[in-house]
């Protein structure tokens, strides 16, 4: 079947945790992930959303709630790079342009690992054009390329076209997947996802394995 696709940005990190963990699911399943970057701020405009963050300020206990469902899942997969941003929330617009222009380079797996690995690893303000640069030059990517192609009406337009495309498909947020026709959100819906693509790979021998991978 078709790629599972993988609506991203990196201003999430709850998508941030579903990247650690897709390769296993890779390997497990035959599945594979096309990561489609989308700007979390426009499906939000869209949407009429917000981030945790904002919506359940007010709500008491509910934030604390959303923070040990995220240790329990760092726990449950063995994520220990994993770091709170204290620059959070960070604006990403430059950073998902980078995405659309590290594809059209040849370079998009190496710039996706990186900047995440800044964003929720390193705790880097990604926003500050000055760290996204020197980001890039030590990563060894082509920094002055990529800075380049981002501003281009080619690389603008898709990154729009992208979030377009989410949302019309029924996006409100990331980490969104698409399986065939089958839309999932959240990193506690990853099991679905793995389960929806062997159901409609014909593989359902295999879901015995996900339930014991998740045990």
């Known amino acids: 079947m078709d ?12 998508a941030f945790l579903c990247h650690k963990i897709l390769p296993a699911v890779e390997a497990r399943s035959g599945a594979v992930f096309d990561y489609v970057p989308v700007l979390l701020g426009g499906i939000f405009k869209m949407t009429g ?4 963050f904002t919506a359940f300020a007010s709500i008491k206990n509910k934030l604390d709630y959303e923070q040990l469902e995220t240790r329990r899942f760092v726990a449950r997969h063995g994520i220990t790079s994993f770091r709170s941003n204290p620059h959070f929330p960070i604006n990403t617009l430059q950073l998902m342009r980078g995405a659309v222009a590290a594809q059209a380079a040849g370079v998009f ?5 990186e900047v995440y690995a800044c964003m929720w690893e390193r705790e880097r303000k990604m926003d500050d054009p000055a760290v996204f640069r020197s980001t890039l030059v030590d990563a060894g990517l082509p ?5 380049e192609l981002a ?12 979030t377009e495309s989410a949302v019309s498909v029924g996006a409100f947020g990331s980490p969104t997947f698409l399986v065939g026709g089958e839309l999932f ?31």
């Open 49 to 52: 959303n917000q981030s945790p």
């Open 3 to 14: 790629k599972i696709k993988f609506f991203f940005d990196f201003g999430s990190p709850n």
């Open 109 to 113: 797996a190496q710039y996706v690992d």
């Open 185 to 215: 959100f959240g990193k506690d819906r990853l099991r679905d996802v793995e389960e929806e693509f062997l159901r409609q790979s014909g593989q359902r021998g295999g879901i015995a394995a996900i339930h014991h991978a998740a045990t």
């Open 143 to 147: 920094a002055e390329k990529l800075l």
């Open 151 to 162: 501003q281009t009406d080619d690389v603008k337009s898709r990154l729009v076209a992208n």
